[in-house]
């Protein structure tokens, strides 16, 4: 059984900064892309950022120079370091990473329960 477990969210100020940490657990053998996706209310899912097990980013156009994605692949964690946050940041955080469970195994995604973010004075 694999689980996400997110935390970091919370309530700030415009210009302020949050980190959000995602934690992978349980019969893992490898870790793909690992990422954040938002999700704010009346509005689809969006990917905010990603991280390959190489290090390689990807950010939506929104958040590149704000947000930084990072992981510990000893950990199994990816980090969503978040500074200069907007109100239009304000929107539950989703961490998602493509896991293998067995050797030669394909990958499969795999969702946390999400994390508020309200960016509000």
């Known amino acids: 059984q694999v689980q996400l477990v997110e935390s970091g969210g919370g309530l700030v100020q415009p210009g302020g900064s949050l980190r959000l940490s995602c934690a992978a657990s349980?019969?893992?053998?490898?870790?793909?892309?690992m990422g954040w996706y938002r999700q704010a209310p009346g509005k689809e899912r969006e990917l905010v950022a990603a991280?390959?097990?190489?290090?390689?980013?990807n950010y939506a156009d929104s958040v590149k120079g704000r947000f930084t994605v990072s992981r510990d692949n000893a950990k199994n964690t990816v980090y969503l370091q978040m500074n200069s946050l907007k109100p239009e940041d304000t929107a539950v955080y989703y961490c998602?990473?493509?896991?293998?469970?067995?050797?030669w195994g394909v990958g499969d995604d795999y969702w946390g329960q999400g994390t508020q973010v309200t960016v509000s004075s």
């Open positions: 991280i390959t097990s190489g290090g390689s980013t």
């Open positions: 998602n990473a493509d896991i293998v469970l067995r050797l």
């Open positions: 349980g019969s893992i053998f490898s870790i793909n892309a």
